[in-house]
């Protein structure tokens, strides 16, 4: 029998990373979308699934809004449910905990960490890929670092989680744009990578894309790369969050070696309320 999967995110992008990762070590397997959390409640009321992948910020409905609802109100209300945001607070997790998720992945992930948290719930529901072997997965996933293998248990303080998991460190201090044009961001910019974290130097920000300047990462990102963007205003408060990808990547200057590149991501997010918040940015209010 397929295994049936529901993929919930507004951005097409992310949703065929995950449909992508899932058909590379799940041979049997049905696969079902949806751009925002109503969209997938309309799915559920009319189709049986086995697991649930969901974002947690979308128009229309939130992630913790549909888990809510199938965990009292669907036809398999146990159904696993792994809730996927680039926020990775410890608040953040503690309250997708309350609202009865079965595990949570941080954004950008990695092929890799995604088969581990789908692998994990597929074997709790005692699903067999009789097609191709599965990964071994890990003993502990986000939540067990919070409750220690019991939902019950209390959680740990704030320093012992990030220590345990980078997901919930604090991000690294992000370099300040200096644009003097009148209409122009001037702000604070940080790009997460599956592997990586990097300040940039903010050239150009637009309702679909950003562009700027970084110091070359240990580990390079390459072109598709999912990535996510934190904008603070010059003064240090927070924007926006944005998911993206990487859309080009090139050295400033004429040799391999060179410490300085030139980035462009583009945003993959359809959420109404970040449009406006980036407006209201470039605008300068």
């Given at each position: 029998?397929?295994?049936?999967?529901?993929?919930?995110?507004?951005?097409?992008?992310?949703?065929?990373?995950?449909?992508?990762?899932?058909?590379?070590?799940?041979?049997?397997?049905?696969?079902?979308?949806?751009?925002?959390?109503?969209?997938?409640?309309?799915?559920?009321?009319?189709?049986?699934?086995?697991?649930?992948?969901?974002?947690?910020?979308?128009?229309?409905?939130?992630?913790?809004?549909?888990?809510?609802?199938?965990?009292?109100?669907?036809?398999?209300?146990?159904?696993?449910?792994?809730?996927?945001?680039?926020?990775?607070?410890?608040?953040?997790?503690?309250?997708?905990?309350?609202?009865?998720?079965?595990?949570?992945?941080?954004?950008?992930?990695?092929?890799?960490?995604?088969?581990?948290?789908?692998?994990?719930?597929?074997?709790?529901?005692?699903?067999?890929?009789?097609?191709?072997?599965?990964?071994?997965?890990?003993?502990?996933g986000s939540l067990d670092v919070l409750t220690g293998g019991n939902a019950q248990a209390k959680t740990v303080a704030p320093e012992d989680v990030a220590a345990a998991n980078p997901l919930f460190a604090k991000p690294a201090k992000a370099v300040v744009a200096k644009q003097k044009k009148s209409g122009q961001f001037e702000?604070?910019?940080?790009?997460?990578?599956?592997?990586?974290?990097?300040?940039?130097?903010?050239?150009?920000?637009?309702?679909?894309?950003?562009?700027?300047?970084?110091?070359?990462?240990?580990?390079?990102?390459?072109?598709?790369?999912?990535?996510?963007?934190?904008?603070?205003?010059?003064?240090?408060?927070?924007?926006?969050?944005?998911?993206?990808?990487?859309?080009?990547?090139?050295?400033?200057?004429?040799?391999?070696?060179?410490?300085?590149?030139?980035?462009?991501?583009?945003?993959?997010?359809?959420?109404?309320?970040?449009?406006?918040?980036?407006?209201?940015?470039?605008?300068?209010?």
């Open positions: 029998m397929a295994l049936r999967v529901l993929v919930v995110d507004d951005a097409s992008f992310v949703r065929d990373t995950i449909k992508r990762t899932l058909r590379q070590f799940i041979t049997n397997l049905e696969l079902h979308e949806a751009t925002d959390g109503r969209r997938a409640l309309a799915i559920l009321k009319n189709n049986e699934m086995d697991l649930v992948l969901s974002d947690w910020e979308m128009p229309e409905m939130s992630g913790e809004e549909l888990l809510r609802w199938v965990r009292t109100e669907a036809r398999n209300p146990s159904m696993p449910f792994v809730m996927i945001s680039s926020r990775g607070d410890r608040d953040h997790v503690v309250q997708a905990i309350q609202s009865g998720v079965s595990d949570y992945l941080g954004k950008p992930f990695t092929a890799d960490e995604l088969r581990r948290k789908v692998g994990k719930q597929l074997k709790k529901i005692g699903y067999k890929d009789e097609g191709r072997p599965r990964q071994e997965t890990s003993a502990f702000g604070k910019a940080q790009l997460r990578f599956p592997n990586t974290a990097c300040q940039v130097m903010v050239r150009e920000l637009s309702l679909q894309a950003m562009s700027g300047f970084m110091v070359r990462p240990e580990v390079l990102p390459t072109l598709f790369d999912q990535a996510v963007v934190d904008l603070e205003n010059k003064d240090g408060k927070a924007l926006a969050r944005l998911n993206a990808y990487v859309h080009s990547l090139q050295a400033v200057e004429n040799h391999p070696n060179t410490n300085k590149l030139k980035i462009v991501v583009r945003f993959v997010d359809n959420d109404p309320e970040k449009f406006e918040v980036i407006s209201k940015a470039i605008a300068g209010a």
